[in-house]
């Protein structure tokens, strides 16, 4: 079977920007010192049954009352802090890949059909369990 070496490159390149839009979620987005907006968005993963639709966020590190959990105009927003673990210590940064500061993630569903049954922080991930309506 002969590989056409165009469709090689298509492949190639869509996998990079798939690896570049991840890296950009993963890591600090600019933000102006003392700004409000979010510099680092976490990573989700979303499960369906025919009963229920569930999201884990990984927010390691992040204690449960650093994170707000809405809903507005039909987008699911999760937000909160990340704070650096040496705050108040006197510490060079020798490595920093942990993203840290202001975080916030939305996720756009169909909220008409869907009620927040469960909310739970275990083991560094946020778990958002809706129960399918009607």
Not at 41 to 51: A, W
Not at 78 to 95: C, D, H, N, Q, Y
Request: charged share 25%.
């Amino acid at each position: 079977m002969t590989r056409d070496p165009r469709n090689v490159m298509w492949a190639e390149a869509c996998a990079l920007l798939d690896r570049a839009e991840q890296l950009r979620r993963q890591f600090f987005e600019p933000a102006h010192e003392g700004g409000l907006h979010a510099r680092w968005e976490p990573p989700i993963d979303v499960f369906e049954t025919d009963r229920e639709l569930s999201i884990i966020v990984a927010l390691p590190g992040v204690a449960p009352d650093a994170v707000q959990v809405r809903i507005e105009a039909g987008t699911l927003i999760i937000a909160g802090t990340r704070a650096l673990p040496t705050r108040g210590k006197k510490a060079s940064i020798v490595r920093l890949e942990i993203p840290y500061g202001s975080f916030e993630r939305r996720v756009t569903l169909q909220f008409n059909r869907l009620r927040l049954a469960e909310r739970e922080l275990l083991n560094g991930c946020l778990l958002l369990t809706f129960a399918k309506l009607g």
